[in-house]
C-alpha cells in the first residue's frame, strides 16, 4: 500500500511557539492530503487538508504545505496553544487500488503551558 | 458529533472468541473504512467498503472479515481471538469512493480480549 512517513514521533513546544509536523508519500498520483487530529480517547477529526492542485492552505493558526515534486506536506501550527495537545496523523491516499486512506503513524504534540 | 455511530462502544471477551462491531455511516455516506489502532500506534487500514461492495483491503487477518449490508451499515467480524487483537477498531465513511474526499470517523469500539 501506500507509505506514509511521518515526523517526528513526538513534538514538544512551549505555548506560543511554532510546531510543524512533516509527512512524505509514495504514490505520486495521490492527490488528497488530510490531517487529522486525536485528543487522548478521542475519534481522529480532520482540521485541515489540501488538494494537489494547490502548494499551500491556510486556517487560522493551523497551516499546510504540498511539494508535489518532493512529495511531501507538513502541518504548521502557529501560535500553540494547550488545548492543541494530542496526537496529529497525516494520510494519503492509495490511488491505483481504491484510493483508501493510509495513515502516517502519528506525532504525539505536547503545548508546555 | 459525526454523524459516524459504532457499537459497542466497549467489549470484553476472552481468547478464542468471536465478535462483531457495527458502524452506521453518515447519512449519505456509501463509503466505510475499518481501521485498527493499538495503544500508541497508529491507524492500520483493514478494509473499504463501498455501495455494499469490498473495495480495498489492507492489513486485515484471514481470522477477520467484514461485509457492507443493502443499508450501507458495515459490519466487522473478529474470531479466533487472540491477546493481540486488543486495540480501538475505528470505522470510518465518505461519501466517495475515492479517498480524496472528508472521512468521518465513529468514536470506536475498544475490543479487550482476556
Known amino acids: 500500500g501506500e507509505n506514509v512517513e511521518q515526523h517526528p514521533s513526538t513534538l514538544s513546544v512551549q505555548e506560543g511557539d511554532s510546531a510543524v509536523i512533516k509527512c512524505t508519500y509514495s504514490d505520486s498520483a495521490s492527490n488528497y492530503f488530510p490531517w487529522y487530529k486525536q485528543e487522548l480517547g478521542k475519534r481522529p477529526q480532520l482540521i485541515i487538508d489540501?488538494?494537489?492542485?494547490?502548494g499551500e492552505k491556510k486556517d487560522q493558526r493551523i497551516a499546510v504545505t504540498l511539494n508535489k515534486t518532493a512529495k511531501h506536506f507538513s502541518l504548521h501550527i502557529t501560535e500553540t496553544q494547550p488545548e492543541d495537545s494530542a496526537v496529529y496523523f497525516c494520510a494519503a491516499p492509495q490511488v491505483n487500488t481504491g484510493n483508501q486512506f493510509y495513515f502516517g503513524t502519528g506525532t504525539s504534540l505536547t503545548v508546555i503551558p | 458529533d459525526s454523524g459516524v455511530t459504532q457499537t459497542p462502544k466497549h467489549l470484553i471477551t476472552a481468547t478464542g472468541q468471536r465478535v462483531t462491531l457495527r458502524c452506521s455511516p453518515r447519512?449519505?455516506?456509501?463509503?466505510v473504512y475499518w481501521y485498527q489502532q493499538s495503544l500508541d500506534q497508529g491507524l492500520q487500514f483493514l478494509i473499504q467498503?463501498?455501495?455494499?461492495?469490498?473495495?480495498a483491503k489492507g492489513n486485515i487477518l484471514e481470522r477477520f472479515s467484514a461485509q457492507q449490508f443493502p443499508d450501507l451499515h458495515s459490519e466487522l467480524n473478529l474470531s479466533s481471538l487472540e491477546l493481540g487483537d486488543s486495540a480501538l477498531y475505528f470505522c470510518?465513511?465518505?461519501?466517495?469512493?475515492?479517498?480524496?474526499?472528508?472521512?468521518?470517523f465513529g468514536q470506536g469500539t475498544r475490543l479487550t480480549v482476556v
Open positions: 470510518a465513511s465518505s461519501v466517495a469512493p475515492k479517498g480524496d474526499t472528508e472521512a468521518f
Open positions: 489540501i488538494r494537489s492542485n494547490v
Open positions: 447519512s449519505g455516506d456509501l463509503s
Open positions: 467498503y463501498y455501495n455494499g461492495e469490498e473495495r
